[in-house]
């Protein structure tokens, strides 16, 4: 996947935890968190099953492509963590859970 390589990294924070981790500019936000050792929710990665999820408590998201951040599963304030990015330097969102990995783990590609 090309990235753009302008955008600031953003810096990814899980409300109520003392967990951060960074998110390049187009690397999906639920990449990203298994990139740094939390596993979130998810199962398809495409902006369908709704599982990843979660509230935008501070800060912008920015599609990766041309795919919806939403779907019919989210409300108001929920974007999907497999199809956002962060849009500036600081995002801190509210997955459904979140657990910490013994090792980070690259997810497989699309
Ligand atoms: S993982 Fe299925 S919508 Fe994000």
Request: hydrophobic share 40%; with cysteine; charged share 15%.
């Amino acid at each position: 996947m090309n990235r753009p390589l302008s955008a600031p990294v953003g810096i990814v924070r899980l409300e109520g935890t003392d967990i951060q981790f960074p998110c390049a500019p187009g690397q999906p936000v639920l990449e990203a968190a298994f990139s740094a050792g939390i596993a979130l929710p998810y199962a398809c990665r495409r902006g369908i099953c709704g599982l990843c999820a979660a509230q935008v408590m501070q800060g912008e998201v920015t599609p990766i492509d041309s795919l919806p951040m939403t779907n019919a599963r989210c409300d108001a304030t929920q974007v999907l963590l497999c199809r956002c990015s962060p849009a500036g330097q600081s995002l801190t969102v509210r997955p459904a859970t979140w657990e910490r990995q013994q090792q980070a783990r690259q997810l497989p590609p699309l």
